[in-house]
Structures are given as C-alpha cells and as structure tokens.
C-alpha cells in the first residue's frame, strides 16, 4: 500500500492535470447500476433470529418467576399433610373440627352488637394468620419436628379456645333466654 501512495504523490501533476475520457462517468454509472442489479443485498436473519430467542427467553423466566413468586402461595407454604400421611389425618380431622366450631360460632344468635361478632371473627383470623408462618417455616425445614409440634399444638388451642368460646356464647345465649322469658312472664 505504501508503494501505491508513494506512485501517487510522486505522480500527482500527472494526475491532477488530465480529465477522464468522455463518457467516463456515465461508465461509471452504468456499472454501478448494473452491480447493484446483479447482486441484491443479502439480508441476514440471524440478528432476527437472536432478538426473538431472547425475547422468548425472558418472556419464559419472567413468567416462571411470576408463578413461583407472586401466583403460587402453595409455593411458599406447607401443609402438614405434605409431610407424612399419619399427619394428614391430624390436619384434616382438626381442619374439620374447626370447621364445625366455626358453622357453630356463627349461628349463636346473641351478637346484640356487630361490632362483637367482627372482633371475634378478627381474632380467630390472627390465630390463622400465625398458623400460616408456621407453614411457611415448615416449607423451609420439612423434617423439623418442632414446627410440626407447634402445628398441631396450634390446632388444639384453637379448638380449646372455639370450645371456650362455644360454651361462653351457649350460656349467654341462655341467660338471655330466661331474661326474655322472664320479661315476658313480668309483662302479662
């Protein structure tokens, strides 16, 4: 290459002193016409191809991010049930129980005062809402033995403190019904 531009600088009177022959550009143009109809652009598909697998890959990890985090709470929790099928039966035989403790709860007909049956019903929520970290250590330690015996201890307290409740809103619940009959005994 030096050679070339040393030739050049040498020569440069040469160069610069002469006109191209006539019809040189329009050679030129020609051939610049007939190359670039010749030989069309190749366009290459594989940046194409890589934006798209790449978004495709994104689109997949942020939709299993999602899932793990945000639309699955089984994901983050565990049940006792999960653990062996001897505590599968503790749980649903407690589950049951609470269950019926609570139809029970709600159909005592003493609540002079919403504002009592909301308390109430807010109260058994928090005791829920302890149970729920308790599975979600569970998750974390399967085979912890102290956490499966605060879960089930968990259960019975709560069925203690519904049977408490139960027997406290029965016998309000009675009082109130030899109140009213008296009431109506001393009106006739």
Not at 99 to 111: F, G, P, R, S
Not at 114 to 121: A, G, I, S, V
Not at 149 to 171: P, T, W
Request: net charge negative.
């Amino acid at each position: 290459m030096n050679n070339i531009e040393k030739l050049i600088r040498e020569n440069r009177d040469h160069f610069e002193s002469f006109e191209p022959s006539d019809g040189h550009f329009e050679r030129f143009t020609a051939k610049l016409e007939a190359r670039s109809v010749a030989a069309p652009k190749k366009v290459s598909v594989l940046p194409y191809l890589l934006r798209a697998a790449t978004v495709a890959i994104l689109v997949t990890l942020s939709s299993l991010w999602a899932w793990e985090h945000v639309l699955s709470p089984k994901s983050k929790m565990m049940t006792l049930g999960e653990v062996s099928p001897e505590y599968r039966e503790v749980e649903q035989y407690y589950v049951r129980q609470v269950n019926l403790m609570e139809d029970e709860i709600l159909t005592i007909d003493i609540y002079n005062d919403p504002r009592q049956k909301d308390m109430l019903l807010q109260e058994l929520e928090n005791m829920d809402s302890m149970y729920e970290e308790l599975k979600k250590d569970l998750k974390t330690n399967p085979n912890d033995e102290r956490i499966i015996n605060a879960m089930i201890e968990h259960y019975q307290a709560k069925v203690d403190v519904m049977n408490y409740i139960i027997s406290q809103l029965k016998e309000v619940n009675s009082e109130n019904q030899i109140n009213n009959e008296n009431y109506e005994t001393v009106r006739l």
